[in-house]
């Protein structure tokens, strides 16, 4: 009998979000589920990895585990604490978040760096988001699809080239905030703009403290409309599905490295 594939499903919203129990659902359909995700709202936190204090892990249920770290944490975690996974997963599957990361979010999405965490210790690794923050059966049963064709596609991929694992995956996607997807679109990633400030409060013993960032820009204002990319595709009701790239060595500014090299007189 051939084994089930092994997915380690995580997120940035918390153990307890729905999004993330959706995800889960749609997965256990076709495959082994273990769930290790931070025990409370991690949003933003980006690729950050606990280094100066402990974590505390807990087993909520049987392959449901809870760390206070951030999402980052819990993949590395997962994958190197033995009394986790058992086994080593087939793909690291993150989401389904619960509002976009589509464009530049994908630097400060803790979503994208649980994904981009698994790939980095060489999994296929794929984030989910929904735009407009809430998870619907509809993101759930394709979030689902897409993680058995990108295991399918990764056995198929096996086969005619072998070394596979040493250039795995990491996809980013985005479900539109729509109720009825028009279809997929393969993106790059676009532009998303934002109304950035630093808005000054006060706390009830009268003393100030900073609240940092503004909402995201009004449809047409706030997003990249050129063809395609991930925002444009989901303002057209698509799921965008874009591929990352780990390097992010910029060839555009390789002359520029150059001259800064050069010898000094």
């Known amino acids: 009998m051939h084994q089930r594939p092994l997915l380690l499903v995580t997120n940035d919203d918390g153990v307890f979000a729905p999004g993330l129990e959706a995800l889960k659902t749609?997965?256990?359909?076709?495959?082994?589920?273990?769930?290790?995700?931070?025990?409370?709202?991690?949003?933003?936190?980006?690729?950050?990895?606990?280094?100066?204090?402990?974590l505390r892990h807990r087993v909520l249920s049987p392959g449901v585990h809870a760390l206070d770290g951030t999402p980052a944490d819990c993949v590395y975690v997962a994958l190197h604490h033995a009394e986790v996974l058992g086994r080593r997963p087939d793909a690291v599957v993150s989401?389904?978040?619960?509002?976009?990361?589509?464009?530049?979010?994908?630097?400060?999405?803790?979503?994208?760096?649980?994904?981009?965490?698994?790939?980095?210790?060489?999994?296929?690794?794929?984030?989910f988001s929904q735009c407009g923050g809430n998870v619907g059966a509809?993101?759930?049963?394709?979030?689902?699809?897409?993680?058995?064709?990108?295991?399918?596609?990764?056995?198929?991929?096996?086969?005619?080239?072998?070394?596979?694992?040493?250039?795995?995956?990491?996809?980013?996607?985005?479900?539109?905030?729509?109720?009825?997807?028009?279809?997929?679109?393969a993106t790059v990633l676009g532009l998303r703009r934002y109304?950035?400030?630093?808005?000054?409060?006060?706390?009830?013993?009268?003393?100030?403290?900073?609240?940092?960032?503004?909402?995201?820009?009004?449809?047409?204002a706030g997003i990249d409309d050129a063809p395609d990319t991930d925002t444009a595709a989901v303002a057209q009701g698509l799921v965008s599905v874009t591929a990352l790239c780990l390097n992010p060595t910029s060839e555009s500014h390789r002359a520029l490295a150059t001259h800064l090299a050069a010898p000094h007189p």
């Open 195 to 220: 109304g950035d400030q630093v808005t000054t409060r006060q706390d009830p013993r009268g003393h100030d403290y900073l609240w940092l960032g503004g909402p995201a820009l009004a449809t047409g």
């Open 26 to 54: 749609a997965c256990a359909r076709f495959a082994e589920v273990v769930v290790v995700a931070p025990e409370r709202n991690q949003s933003a936190n980006s690729h950050s990895v606990t280094l100066h204090r402990p």
């Open 138 to 185: 509809e993101a759930a049963a394709w979030a689902g699809r897409l993680v058995e064709r990108l295991l399918e596609h990764l056995v198929e991929r096996q086969v005619t080239s072998p070394d596979v694992a040493a250039s795995p995956p990491l996809i980013n996607v985005n479900f539109p905030e729509r109720a009825a997807f028009s279809g997929v679109s």
């Open 95 to 127: 989401g389904i978040n619960h509002g976009a990361n589509l464009g530049q979010d994908v630097y400060y999405s803790g979503t994208v760096a649980a994904a981009r965490e698994g790939t980095l210790r060489g999994l296929p690794s794929i984030a």
